[in-house]
């Protein structure tokens, strides 16, 4: 099997509409519609999809929790520009600025939380 590339995650969380609006308003992300009126956001060439933890999307992770995620994303700007741009929309910086290793290699990265706690790594590549 020749996997190289991830296409989409799911989110489950508490409030899909308030989701979708942080995500696009925080992180600059387009909205995305799909399917039978399903809405994401998308990330680069991949996407975030949401699902309400009451109704789920099937078929579903066996215990689908909002608050349970962590994963790393990756910007592009001065790290002064994004701890001012987290600072502007009110969200708390967790940890960091801290030196990590992604995928790629060194990056220093903040750690926030969204509106259900998930945990969100924003990383920047020193290089």
């Known amino acids: 099997m020749n996997i190289r590339n ?20 925080v992180f600059d992300l387009p909205i995305i519609e ?7 956001v998308k990330l680069g060439k ?3 999809n949401f699902q309400q933890a009451d109704a789920p999307h099937l078929p579903v992770a066996k215990h689908p929790l909002a608050g349970s995620a962590d994963f790393a994303i990756i ?3 001065p790290l002064a520009n994004i701890l001012s741009h987290l600072t502007n929309y009110a969200v708390e910086i967790v940890d960091g600025p801290l030196p990590k290793e992604g995928a ?14 998930n945990l969100i790594e924003i990383g920047k590549y020193d290089k």
């Open 6 to 25: 991830i296409d989409h995650i799911t989110l489950t969380v508490s409030d899909e509409e308030r989701s979708v609006r942080w995500y696009h308003e």
């Open 34 to 40: 799909f399917g039978d009126g399903r809405r994401g």
């Open 46 to 48: 991949q996407k975030i």
């Open 75 to 77: 910007a592009t700007d």
């Open 104 to 117: 790629l290699g060194p990056m220093t990265s903040v750690y926030v939380r969204d509106p259900d706690e």
